[in-house]
């Protein structure tokens, strides 16, 4: 069984920064692709950026130039790096595990539980 655990969510002002963590345990598939979704209050699931195992990487429009997503292969980690954050960038952030780069939730393999962030105006 994959779990993956989330570490790094929480309260920020408008302009600050946070750095989201996410470990993946148990067995995967080799090559696995590691990835963000987040969901606001009301609103659907959304895609935020997505790392392959050979470090290709895919970031949604909304949050490219502010945040940056990396990998730690030899510890099966992933982090996200939000810089420059902005209201309408609270949401609960969700760490993905999938077989190839999804971009809609439907493609996600296994999902992390969740981490709450949440920027003040």
């Known amino acids: 069984q994959v779990q993956l655990v989330e570490s790094g969510g929480g309260l920020v002002q408008a302009g600050g920064s946070l750095r989201l963590s996410c470990a993946t345990s148990?067995?995967?598939?080799?090559?696995?692709?590691m990835g963000w979704f987040r969901q606001a209050p009301g609103k659907e699931r959304a895609f935020v950026a997505a790392i392959t195992w050979s470090n290709n990487i895919l970031v949604a429009s909304s949050v490219k130039g502010r945040f940056t997503i990396s990998r730690d292969n030899a510890k099966n980690t992933v982090y996200l790096q939000m810089n420059s954050l902005k209201p309408e960038d609270t949401a609960i952030y969700y760490c993905?595990?999938?077989?190839?780069?999804?971009?809609?939730?439907?493609?996600?393999?296994?999902w992390g539980q969740g981490t709450q962030v949440t920027v003040s105006s």
């Open positions: 993905a595990n999938s077989r190839g780069i999804a971009t809609m939730p439907e493609g996600v393999n296994y």
């Open positions: 148990g067995r995967t598939d080799s090559n696995y692709v």
